[in-house]
Nanobody, 126 residues
Framework: QVQLVESGGGLVQAGGSLRLSCAAS????????MGWFRQAPGKERDFVAA????????YYADSVKGRFTIARDNAKNTVYLQMNSLKPDDTAVYYC???????????????????WGQGTQVTVSS
């Protein structure tokens, strides 16, 4: 069992930055690939970024490539999402999630993930 708790969301002006954190419980954090998703009101939950168990591989949605950076610290059981050059379209609830390492080939899909956090709101004003 893995519990995930996101933090770091808030209100920011367009062009600004935020760093989201996701703290995981348990001693098996490094067994999981980690991902970030986001969901705007009335829309589906969309993939944002993912990182492999030891951070050697990352993957980003085209919409955030070059602006967002995912990183993890296995010693702290934490995954991060650094978000720069934020746009109003980035407004959403952001979720972190944990997937078995064997799911990397489908890491952009919601179904790849076993555990989810409760989400943190990010609002970007124009």
């Amino acid at each position: 069992q893995v519990q995930l708790v996101e933090s770091g969301g808030g209100l920011v002006q367009a062009g600004g930055s935020l760093r989201l954190s996701c703290a995981a419980s348990g001693r098996t954090f490094s067994s999981y690939a980690m991902g970030w998703f986001r969901q705007a009101p009335g829309k589906e939950r969309d993939f944002v970024a993912a990182i492999s168990q030891y951070g050697s591989s990352t993957y980003y949605a085209d919409s955030v490539k070059g602006r967002f950076t995912i990183a993890r610290d296995n010693a702290k059981n934490t995954v991060y999402l650094q978000m720069n050059s934020l746009k109003p379209d980035d407004t959403a609830v952001y979720y972190c999630a944990a997937a078995p390492g064997s799911s990397w080939s489908i890491i952009v899909r919601v179904m790849a993930y076993t555990y989810w956090g409760q989400g943190t709101q990010v609002t970007v004003s124009s």
